[in-house]
């Protein structure tokens, strides 16, 4: 039988509001265990990661409560979320009213559940497989990241493209709860956000998220 990936979202996933969001739908687990061991043993052989699109990290809840609560941020603007996971923080650019929101994932079930999700939401956000971290993207606006720095090889590599991006022109704001990895300098907050968490995924009831802009360092 062909493996769907719509299906899969579909059966093992409900539309749900986030805590932070209420005013957006995604396609959420309601159980973290039985999902995550769903998807080794259907999944085992495709070499996908585990799944973290199912679940709305606080990271982009805060991401996307900032651009909703701001939306001259985004407005008429081009967007590009980074690691999207769910598309909560593209969707949200989009809502808030964004020329055109591009989601980046290397997961094939979040390119699967991200246009789900947008079509919610009665908006649409484009996929992209990947990117090239080696140089700086053109034509876009704002890069918006959520969530990003929890391990330490990923972090540095992103945090160099970042400012890759920063140095040609283009914004970036990254939201964190308080990973080991976020950057120290160079960050410009921009607003604090306390949102709840599940002990099944984190290791307390609730994380602050911090949204900040990347900026120069003289």
Known sequence: MTFSAVDFIQQQTSLSEPSLIPELKLYLASEVTPLWQMTEERLKNGGLPPPYWAFAWPGGQGLARYILDHPEVVRNKKIVDFAAGSGVAAIAAMKAGAQKAVAIEIDPLALAVIPLNAASNHVAVDCQ??????????????????????????????????????????????????????????????????????????????RTVTVSELFMVS
């Open 129 to 206: 497989n990947g990117i090239n971290m080696d140089k700086p993207l053109k034509d876009t606006d704002l890069i918006i990241a959520g969530d990003v720095c929890y391990q330490q090889a990923m972090s540095a590599k992103l945090m160099r493209w970042l400012w890759l991006c920063v140095a040609n022109g283009t914004r970036v704001l990254l939201a964190d709860p308080g990973r080991a990895y976020v950057p120290q300098d160079g960050l410009k907050e921009c607003a604090r956000y306390k949102v709840p968490t599940s002990r099944d995924l984190e290791d307390c009831v609730e």
